[in-house]
């Protein structure tokens, strides 16, 4: 079975262009969640998905940020426009049910903002 | 919010146990554990939660102390595949929050 799928897998861009980030659910999973992953500040929540509806999107650092998910196998995450602070390792996870159950990771996107 | 998790680093040897500790100041209802090794993504462990249900994952185990808000995962007679860093992850009463801990960074050497 297929698992996360994300893509792109290495994104480098330059400062100020806009970013999508990809990501296709494990089918028949209703709940996804975006993780940005650096090393000073570890692993962090940025918006959490609910049968398409964000849940919880407090942890979306500022208005550059935006996320969508018009149906159950896509969502994308957007940068616009891009910083080098942005530069990060960006996960994709879903699961069935709530953000209490185990959550399967897609392979990550590494964004390098120049 | 986010679960403080002890120590940060831990160096073994093959065989040694190892003890990783995951505590938070918020009401927990459920404990995740993820390992990740180095490039690769989280990857799910075990999930502890509140009533005593607990789900496991091969020769590690884990506690989940409710009244104190700590969880502890267990790793005994360590294999060199146990190296990476574990996470745990914690979710609010409403499961509408999660939160990941700062994770705990495992070498375990020949």
């Known amino acids: 079975d297929a698992g996360v799928i994300q893509s792109p897998r290495h994104e480098v861009t330059e400062m100020g262009q806009e970013v999508t980030l990809r990501c296709k659910p494990i089918?028949?999973?209703?709940?996804l969640f975006w993780y940005r992953q650096t090393m000073m500040r570890g692993l962090e929540l940025l918006i959490y998905f609910n049968n398409n509806v964000p849940i919880d999107d407090s942890g979306m650092p500022e208005d550059r940020f935006s996320a969508k998910m018009p149906n159950a196998s896509f969502s994308t995450l957007k940068i616009q426009p891009s910083e080098p602070r942005d530069s990060a390792v960006y996960f994709c996870?879903?699961?069935?049910?709530?953000?209490?159950?185990?959550?399967?990771f897609g392979p990550g996107t590494r964004l390098t903002v120049l | 919010q986010q679960p403080v998790q002890s120590p940060q680093a831990v160096i073994l040897r093959e065989g040694e146990d190892a003890v990783i500790n995951c505590s938070s100041s918020k009401a927990l209802y459920s404990v995740h554990w993820y390992r990740q090794k180095h490039g690769e993504a989280p990857v799910f462990l075990m999930i502890l939660l509140k009533g005593g249900e607990q789900k496991g994952h091969e020769k590690i185990s884990a506690s989940f102390n409710e009244k104190k808000q700590q969880s502890s995962l267990y790793l005994t007679a360590s294999q060199l595949s146990y190296s990476g860093t574990y996470f745990c992850g914690t979710a609010a009463y409403n499961f509408n929050k999660f939160y990941f801990g700062s994770g705990t960074k495992l070498n375990v050497k020949p």
């Open positions: 996870a879903s699961t069935v049910g709530s953000a209490g159950n185990e959550q399967f």
């Open positions: 089918s028949g999973h209703n709940s």
